[in-house]
């Protein structure tokens, strides 16, 4: 009998190992099945078993004879085999007094033999070991014996080995995955020691989608190895990367190491177009940093915010950052009002549209009123739409939030109408909801529901949603004209439209974005926006000027020819109540 009287060695790198393994807990392998039921035939024993020896217990990876799946670590046998990383043998266990107290010795199954090969890593870290168990008494292993358990021993460390590669190797980068990052980082903190996480957002999500539906996933596949054989020639090979989405990737970098030079060389060496010769593709590098240490990968939600970091560099085309932890509020609101927007949208009464006029310029009649949508939230109170809508954008909710408005917005036309009142009612649409056939066709049932004139209503587009799928936007918009509504493009003039785009688009109105409104007294300014209400009288549109609030600005506008404005000298957007009133008091 060997004796193992020492802890097993570097316990805190090997319970760190273990936990990583602690993803296999829940499936059973069919190889280190036959493993062990081989290891029972070879040795004639009723039981075997690969155990994992963890913090306080010891588990079964594959196991034979035995019904439960694990058992306490303290005075196990297995416990006692993973002090060494040789054969360790127990021959008759109820005379030895390690264990002639244990249960399983002195009640069932009644233990008189054990035998373990310890399941060593290549760099020397015990797992746990393959065990052989017999009730019956017997001699020790035969060195023939003790050589064959070694070799099932091995195989069973190939087997763990290839089922972690398979859970932790991300394709087709072959890099490490996020879970390993994760697993990674979990092994430095619970070693005391510091580091800096570098994500690197290597394409915009949507561009990456783009390419996707544009050329296809095999392309994609290429060139995400384009990007990773790059970042792999700046990158210290000594350091593990790992991808953590599609787009992104990431590595820990030692505290003591300066992450500028590094950075620097990465953002450099995307210079370059990536992909394959025939398709080169730009990227557009953003990199996030975030020191990590134990007391920040238990605080904070740290891969998500070197993410985001990264991803707001990326967008603001700043090469790298240091992560903000005073952006993390930010967060973390944008957060609380996404989770908030699904009961918001499918519940009665948070959701208000309130309506503020826009005034013909000339005869200063009110032609229409635009909705504006008004959340009331129960504790965090009143939620700008600047606020919300580019985050409902970026879900599956906002589309039921533009239907939601569209209703809304007729139902209050048709009591107006019903009322004696005939005004136009304007609603902002969103990109997305210009994706699907869905929208229009909606607009035109509740049309016929409500029994409104089309002409009673409108929509308004931002630029950008414009610009998304120019062509699938174009026949949704001329399906829309064709049935008799207006549309108009909104924030005009501070986009990126290039003027033959616009000439083609089927739009009534220009709205003029209210930022031109602001600077009126620059001779520079004033140029500008004369050119760009000449441009647009010119094409045929009917000019919109929002954002007045001032008599000055309003002569102005005036002057130069704009049909309608719209702003706060006017009235400030109201609830629908209240617009009757205001209309009477205007005469
Ligand atoms: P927008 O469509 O350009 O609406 C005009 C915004 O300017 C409104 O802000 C309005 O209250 C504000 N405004 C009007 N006159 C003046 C003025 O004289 N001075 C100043 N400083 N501001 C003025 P609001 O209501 O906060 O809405 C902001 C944006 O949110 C809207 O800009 C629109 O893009 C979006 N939005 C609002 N409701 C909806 C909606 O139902 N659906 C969608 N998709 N977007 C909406
Ligand atoms: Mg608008
Ligand atoms: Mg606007």
């Known amino acids: 009998m060997n ?23 829940e499936t059973a392998d069919h190889v280190l099945d036959h493993i062990v039921h081989m290891a029972t035939q070879c040795f004639d024993v009723p039981m075997a078993m690969v155990s994992i020896v963890d913090e306080h217990r010891q588990w079964f990876l594959a196991r034979i004879g035995v019904t439960v799946v694990e058992t306490p670590r303290e005075r196990s046998f297995c416990s006692e085999a993973i002090k060494g990383t040789t054969l360790f043998e ?14 399983m010795v002195v009640g069932p ?54 089922l972690r590669t398979q859970n932790y190797v991300d394709q087709p980068s072959g890099l490490l995955n996020r879970s390993r990052l994760e697993q990674d980082a979990r092994i430095l903190a619970t070693a005391g020691k510091r580091a800096r996480l570098v994500v690197i957002d290597a394409l915009a999500p949507s ?29 210290p090979p000594d350091l593990a990367l790992y991808r953590v989405s599609p787009t992104r990737f990431a590595f820990l970098l030692p505290d003591e190491t300066d992450p500028a030079p590094l950075c620097e060389d990465i953002l450099a060496c995307f210079e370059t177009p990536v992909g394959t010769e025939r398709i080169p593709v730009h990227t557009q590098v953003g990199i996030g940093v975030l020191p990590v240490g134990p007391q920040e990968l238990i605080e904070t939600d740290w891969l998500r915010a070197a993410i985001a970091t990264a991803d707001e560099t990326r967008e603001r085309g700043h090469g790298w950052r240091y992560h903000d932890p005073s952006r993390d509020h930010i967060q973390l609101r944008a957060v609380q009002v996404l989770n908030s927007l699904c009961e918001a949208v499918y519940g009665q009464d948070q959701l208000r549209l309130h309506y503020q006029p826009r005034i013909d310029l000339h005869t200063g009649a009110c032609t229409s009123v635009e909705a504006l949508l008004r959340w009331q939230h129960p504790t965090l109170g009143t939620i700008s739409p600047g606020e919300f809508i580019p985050l409902a954008e970026k879900t599956a909710l906002m589309r039921p939030l533009s239907l939601w408005v569209m209703e809304q917005a007729m139902r209050q036309v048709a009591d107006w109408e019903a009322a004696g009142l005939h005004l136009r009612v304007a609603m902002n649409v969103s990109a997305i909801d210009l994706d699907s056939p869905q929208f229009a066709e909606r607009m035109h049932t509740l049309l016929d529901r409500f029994g409104l004139d089309p002409r009673c209503f409108e929509l308004e587009f931002t630029e950008s949603a414009l610009m998304r799928h120019p062509e699938l936007v174009r026949t949704q918009l001329q399906r829309i004209r064709d049935a008799g509504v207006e549309v108009s493009i909104d924030d005009f003039g501070t986009g990126y439209s290039n003027w033959t785009y616009l000439r083609a688009l089927p739009a009534d109105t220009v709205k003029l974005d209210q930022s031109f409104m602001r600077d009126l007294s620059q001779p520079r300014e004033q140029r500008l926006v004369r ?47 209240s617009v009757p009133q205001w209309l009477s008091a205007r005469g």
Request: net charge negative.
């Open 90 to 103: 127990v021959i008759d266990a109820d005379r030895d007094e390690r264990f002639e107290s244990h249960p």
């Open 109 to 162: 199954p009644g233990i008189r033999f054990y035998a373990a090969m310890p399941l060593t890593t290549t760099d020397g870290l015990v797992l746990g070991a393959l065990c052989i168990i017999d009730t019956q008494r017997r001699p020790p292993l035969t060195l023939r014996q003790a050589s064959a358990l070694a070799m099932l021993a091995k195989l069973v460390m190939i087997r763990i080995v290839n």
């Open 207 to 235: 561009y990456y989608d783009e390419v996707v539906r544009g050329i296809g996933l095999e392309f994609v596949g290429d060139l995400i190895l384009s990007i990773t054989v790059r970042l792999q020639g700046v990158v």
């Open 531 to 577: 050119t760009i209400i000449d441009l647009s009288l010119e094409l045929g549109y009917r000019v919109v000027a929002e954002g007045i609030e001032t008599p000055d600005v309003l002569e102005q506008m005036r002057a130069w020819g704009c049909h309608e404005g719209q702003g706060y000298l006017f009235a400030r957007p109201m609830p629908p109540a």
């Open 3 to 25: 004796m193992h009287p020492e802890a097993p060695i570097n316990e805190a790198e090997r319970l760190a190992r273990v936990r990583e393994l602690r993803a296999l807990e």
